[in-house]
């Protein structure tokens, strides 16, 4: 196991001080969506206030911005981000592997007692090979080293399911109380979890009662019973949704907004409304968009005019792309799959050549097909070659991982990966689906990785 974290961290910390060397300077760590969470850290530390443009900051949530204060208050924000993520994504791959181990001894009467032994003694194959694809995976050993809340949340993620794992084996409360605080924590990281406690508190209480696995007269009293299956997914309701309800009703109070984060707003308009306005209209996105722009650019002005409150502009872009959908629901299913289509199977190769500051040649307009293939391995071989190692990783990544997933013993643990799998999937899809969004799916898959060398599928 220590060899598998030393690799995760090396490889966390390597990547950025080798893409200065090859980029001959820093590489490049930020991205548009740094800046917002630099503006809100910065507001944190000198105004002692989450604010934005010296207004109350409702967009971003708190989450990430806080993470990210010592490294503004000591002026070095970037070198900060990669050294707490790089330590961060190494605990991923920990609890990625303890995952595993959970999963893999989740069929009928098992448990695991975990103890002080170590996962390397118990000689699991499922844990050290879910571990070594999480330690080596490109997407997520890049991320580590951006300005970006993925991997922080991506920790956070993991973190929740290994607490509900263990939970379900051991039906001891402290595993789901660590679970709930950490789905809260991510929650404020990320606002896309949101939606995930009442999910996850309807897999708790669909879990098996008493007497369904081996286990202690103490964790079948915490836990055994129906009706203390109902208390037990009420509590986690109450720690995973309740921090989320507070800051609901700090944004009513300094903003007149009623909900958790304004970009769900900003993103519901700009990036599901336009692409249907984009494809009814045939343009481009961008053109799209800047239509969308101008329109609540001046229905901004009305409502300025009028005495309205910022959150007013927010309602008003929530309501109008809600409209925009109601009108063409086909057309933005059809584009949201093949956004889902793009979480999964973007090799992520641009980030990359971005992130060492790579600029290719320009290919002549003319050439396409096998020769458009030809061109670019003479004139850009390096930028080719890793586009072929990436893609090959991801049809590892689909081919062996849906194989785990078939060879995984069913089970709660089994049921809790799909269910929290297909939520993220569904809500990253759209024109934003890229594999940036595949980092939090990975906890998922590395464990169904970690599975597919188990043999005969288990049912």
């Given at each position: 196991?220590?060899?598998?974290?030393?690799?995760?961290?090396?490889?966390?910390?390597?990547?950025?001080?080798?893409?200065?060397?090859?980029?001959?300077?820093?590489?490049?760590?930020?991205e548009?969506?740094?800046?917002?969470?630099?503006?809100?850290?910065?507001?944190?530390?000198?105004?002692?206030?989450?604010?934005?443009?010296?207004?109350?900051?409702?967009?971003?949530?708190?989450?990430?911005?806080?993470?990210?204060?010592?490294?503004?208050?000591?002026?070095?924000?970037?070198?900060?981000?990669?050294?707490?993520?790089?330590?961060?994504?190494?605990?991923?791959?920990?609890?990625?592997?303890?995952?595993?181990?959970?999963?893999?001894?989740?069929?009928?009467?098992?448990?695991?007692?975990?103890?002080?032994?170590?996962?390397?003694?118990?000689?699991?194959?499922?844990?050290?090979?879910?571990g070594?694809?999480?330690?080596?995976?490109p997407?997520?050993?890049?991320?580590?080293?951006?300005?970006?809340?993925?991997?922080?949340?991506?920790?956070?993620?993991?973190?929740?399911?290994?607490?509900?794992?263990?939970?379900?084996?051991?039906?001891?409360?402290?595993p789901?109380?660590?679970?709930?605080?950490?789905?809260?924590?991510?929650?404020?990281?990320?606002?896309i979890?949101?939606?995930?406690?009442?999910?996850?508190?309807?897999?708790?209480v669909?879990?098996?009662?008493?007497?369904?696995?081996?286990?202690?007269?103490?964790?079948?009293?915490?836990?055994?019973?129906?009706?203390?299956?109902?208390?037990?997914?009420?509590?986690?309701?109450?720690?995973?949704?309740?921090?989320?309800?507070?800051?609901?009703?700090?944004?009513?109070?300094?903003?007149?907004?009623g909900?958790?984060?304004?970009?769900?707003?900003?993103?519901?308009?700009?990036?599901?409304?336009?692409?249907?306005?984009?494809?009814?209209?045939?343009?481009?996105?961008?053109?799209?968009?800047?239509?969308?722009?101008?329109?609540?650019?001046?229905?901004?002005?009305?409502?300025?005019?009028?005495?309205?409150?910022?959150?007013?502009?927010?309602?008003?872009?929530?309501?109008e792309?809600?409209?925009?959908?109601?009108?063409?629901?086909?057309?933005?299913?059809?584009?949201?799959?093949?956004?889902?289509?793009?979480?999964?199977?973007?090799?992520g190769?641009?980030?990359?050549?971005?992130?060492?500051?790579?600029?290719?040649?320009?290919?002549?307009?003319?050439?396409?097909?096998?020769?458009?293939?030809?061109?670019?391995?003479?004139?850009?071989?390096?930028?080719?070659?890793?586009?072929?190692?990436?893609?090959?990783?991801?049809?590892?990544?689909?081919?062996?991982?849906?194989?785990?997933?078939?060879?995984?013993p069913?089970?709660?643990?089994?049921?809790?990966?799909?269910?929290?799998?297909?939520?993220?999937?569904?809500?990253?899809?759209?024109?934003?689906?890229?594999?940036?969004?595949r980092?939090?799916?990975?906890?998922?898959?590395?464990?169904?990785?970690?599975?597919?060398?188990?043999?005969?599928?288990?049912?």
């Amino acid at each position: 196991m220590w060899c598998i974290l030393a690799v995760a961290l090396v490889l966390r910390l390597g990547v950025p001080l080798a893409a200065w060397w090859l980029a001959g300077g820093p590489p490049l760590v930020r991205e548009p969506d740094s800046a917002g969470y630099l503006e809100a850290a910065a507001s944190l530390w000198r105004q002692h206030a989450f604010a934005r443009q010296g207004m109350p900051e409702i967009v971003r949530t708190p989450g990430y911005p806080v993470l990210l204060l010592p490294g503004v208050a000591l002026g070095g924000a970037d070198l900060w981000a990669i050294v707490v993520q790089a330590l961060s994504g190494t605990l991923t791959v920990y609890l990625v592997m303890r995952l595993a181990q959970e999963a893999g001894c989740a069929g009928p009467g098992e448990d695991v007692q975990t103890g002080g032994e170590q996962l390397g003694d118990r000689g699991s194959t499922a844990s050290v090979a879910a571990g070594w694809f999480a330690a080596w995976d490109p997407s997520a050993v890049l991320y580590c080293g951006k300005l970006l809340s993925e991997t922080c949340f991506t920790t956070a993620l993991a973190l929740v399911l290994w607490g509900l794992a263990r939970h379900a084996a051991t039906h001891r409360r402290k595993p789901l109380v660590a679970a709930a605080l950490a789905l809260a924590g991510a929650t404020f990281v990320r606002p896309i979890s949101y939606f995930l406690p009442p999910l996850a508190a309807a897999w708790l209480v669909c879990l098996p009662g008493r007497g369904a696995r081996k286990a202690t007269v103490e964790a079948q009293r915490a836990g055994g019973g129906g009706s203390l299956r109902w208390l037990n997914a009420g509590l986690f309701l109450l720690l995973s949704i309740g921090p989320a309800v507070c800051w609901q009703m700090r944004n009513w109070a300094v903003a007149g907004y009623g909900g958790f984060s304004a970009i769900t707003d900003v993103n519901l308009y700009y990036w599901h409304a336009a692409p249907v306005v984009a494809r009814r209209a045939k343009l481009p996105l961008a053109a799209a968009q800047a239509q969308l722009l101008e329109r609540e650019r001046l229905a901004h002005l009305r409502a300025a005019a009028r005495g309205h409150s910022q959150a007013e502009r927010f309602f008003w872009m929530r309501r109008e792309a809600l409209r925009i959908l109601r009108e063409s629901p086909w057309v933005y299913a059809g584009i949201h799959a093949a956004g889902m289509a793009a979480v999964i199977s973007d090799p992520g190769t641009q980030a990359w050549l971005d992130y060492v500051r790579y600029e290719p040649p320009p290919r002549p307009v003319e050439v396409g097909g096998l020769r458009r293939l030809a061109w670019a391995i003479r004139a850009k071989p390096w930028a080719t070659l890793l586009h072929g190692l990436l893609w090959g990783w991801v049809i590892i990544l689909i081919g062996w991982g849906v194989l785990g997933l078939f060879r995984m013993p069913r089970g709660p643990h089994w049921w809790l990966l799909v269910l929290v799998f297909v939520y993220f999937w569904v809500l990253s899809g759209g024109p934003l689906g890229y594999h940036r969004f595949r980092i939090p799916l990975l906890v998922m898959w590395w464990v169904w990785l970690g599975h597919a060398g188990r043999g005969e599928r288990v049912s």
